[in-house]
Structure formats: C-alpha cells, structure tokens
C-alpha cells in the first residue's frame, strides 16, 4: 500500500508578498530595509501584503543585506543570582521591543582565557552591541586590553567619564542603609558584606564603612559572605552570641534572611531585639515576617536603560551615562533599638 506524505505549508516569501502588493521584490526588500527610496503609498501596500500573508522576514538573509544582525550580546557571570537574573530579563523583553534578539555569554570565573572565550563567542555571532554584566572590575580590564570595536554597555559602581559606562551608585545606597539605622539611635551597627571580588559587595561595604566613620561611630570589620541565606545564618549565630549589635546591615536580602533566622533561633525578636536591613529588594523581601527593611534597585529599569544606551537610535552614538541611585524602602525589620 503506497504511504502519502502530507506536505507541510510552504511559509511566503518576500516575492509572495511582491505578487499581493503588486511591486516588484526589490521594493519589498527596500521597505524592509526602511529606505526611503520608497513613498508612502507603495510602503502601505508592502506593510498590507506583509499583514494579509503573516510574513516574517527572515533574520539571517536580512544580515546578509543590511550587514546587521539585529542581537545583542549579553557577558554575564552568576546569572543565578537576584540581581543578575532579574536585570537579564529586563535587557531581554527591552530588545525584543526594539526588534533585537540576545544571545549571552555565561563566564564560570573572572580569568583571562575565560573572558576573552566569552567575549569571542560573542563577536563570532557578528553581535551589534554588547551588555557586560560581570561582578569582577579584572573582566572590565580585559574588555578595555582587547580594544574591542564593537559597541558595549557595562554596569559600574563608581561614576565614570567613559559612554560605555552606566553608574548605579551601589556606595550611596549602602550609606542610605546604614544611616537608617543610626537615626534610629544604634550605636553598635555590624555588617556582612559579599564576596571579595564582586565590586557590588566592596561599593556597598564601603557605603556602610564610610558612613559609620562619618558619624564617628565604632567600627568592626565586616564578614565577608557568599549571598546565600546559609552564610547569613551561621554568621548570624556567631554575631548574636555575644550580643555586642543591635543591628545588622546585609549585604543582601538572601543574608538578612539568614540573620533573621538566626534571631529567631536565639529567641530573638526583630525588630525589638535585633533590627536587619538588607540589599536588593527582591519581591519576597516585603513578604518575611517581619518585612524586610531593604535597599531598592530598580533592575528593570536598570535593563531597559543598559538597551537604550546601547541602541538609542539607528544613527545615533551611545547616550551619556544616567545614574542610578537605590532607594531604602523602610519596612517592620527596623526599630530603634530597645535600652538594656
């Protein structure tokens, strides 16, 4: 018995549309490539048939015209974490809106030969711009060592002269944290900072250092953490066993969870006995019990603004830096802390 083969429909073409909208295919290929050779007539015939025959116009014959290639490239490291995860996202859903694809680079360790295989990865993809999120001030380095032509966005933390560069004051966010709970009236502030190399974690231990010294209040030096709620907890424990703070300023929301924990675990009360303040402001935050007292950083707009500076338009150069500045979002996590 002879088998039939049921043949799938072909998908139109740029010379299906010429057909409907009664133009020869070059013009079609003109309206796709924004000419404006074309009138405004013609163009509306073109868009129509495009509209009636649902045509997409496939994105790698249009690089091989136009020399474009519509993605952007993304070098990221820990995208597992709040942060970078939420703002990925974000530069995502701003350049599908602007008609771009991404394509990432995910680097395990801020080594030589692993940013220069990320960076080539990204380049051998004929990438038109790329976004650089990466914790360690080495891969920003090597970025300026190669001399790199294409186009690039990196997040800093201190303010910086060059276009390529967009601040988010992470040092002034940490200030705003800990002077909050010294208006409270806590003389005995600690914190537990990040990891050494992430540039995040020393900006905003510096804020906190900075700003206890500025007060003239007495100093210990910070733990060094590793992000996670574990960590948050053991040194939390270690912290609380001798009862020498009345606060704890995190250097995120994942540690303060962990610090509140630890409290509890010591039949502590927050805010009354212990007031945390952590980083970030992920949306759990405002859930805990108590809600987290925290620093905002608006990761969404910090997306979309790293696309906007990338692409700000087809014949414009890269927009001036615009800073950022995290805001403190008080919740019940914080109190003025109670006489002994």
């Known amino acids: 018995m002879a088998s039939t083969r049921t043949q799938q429909p072909r998908s139109p073409s740029i010379r299906d549309v010429a057909r ?7 013009t079609v290929s003109r309206v796709l490539n924004n000419s404006d050779a074309v009138v405004s007539e013609t163009r509306d015939k073109v868009l129509a048939a495009m509209e009636q025959l649902q045509y997409r116009p496939n994105r790698a014959a249009r690089a091989l015209v136009t020399s474009r290639t519509h993605t952007i490239g993304v070098l990221t490291a820990q995208r597992s974490h709040y942060g970078p995860a939420a703002t990925m996202q974000a530069i995502e859903d701003a350049a599908v809106a602007r008609g771009y694809s991404i394509t990432t680079s995910n680097i395990a360790a801020a080594t030589d030969e692993a940013v220069r295989d990320g960076l080539g990865h ?65 003389e005995y ?84 006995d212990l007031s945390v303040v952590g980083y970030d402001d992920i ?38 830096p615009i800073d950022l500045v995290p805001e403190l979002v008080v919740r019940g996590s914080t109190s003025a802390p109670r006489r002994r």
């Open 283 to 320: 949306p759990e935050a405002k859930h805990l019990w108590p809600p987290l007292t925290t620093v905002h950083v608006d990761f969404t707009e910090l997306g979309r603004r790293c696309v906007e500076q990338l692409l700000p338009g087809d014949d414009a150069g890269l927009l001036r």
């Open 189 to 272: 502030v600690r914190h537990i900072a990040g990891p050494r190399d992430w540039i995040e974690a020393e900006a905003r231990m510096q804020g906190f250092l900075r700003e206890m010294s500025d007060r003239d209040k007495p100093v210990v030096p910070p733990i060094l953490g590793d992000w996670t709620a574990d960590f948050g907890y053991h040194a939390g424990r270690e912290l609380l066993r001798y009862r020498d703070c009345t606060a704890i300023f995190c250097s995120n929301d994942a540690m303060a969870l962990g610090v509140m924990h630890a409290a509890r675990s010591y039949g502590l009360d927050v805010p009354g």
């Open 122 to 186: 990204l380049l051998d993809q004929d990438v038109e711009g790329i976004i650089v999120i990466a914790p360690q001030q080495r891969v920003f380095d090597l970025i300026e060592e190669t001399g790199m032509r294409t186009p690039y966005v990196a997040l800093r933390t201190s303010p910086s002269d060059a276009p390529s560069t967009l601040f988010i004051d992470q040092m002034e966010g940490a200030r705003r944290a800990t002077a909050h709970l010294l208006d409270l009236g806590h």
């Open 20 to 26: 409907v909208a009664g133009v020869s295919h070059q």
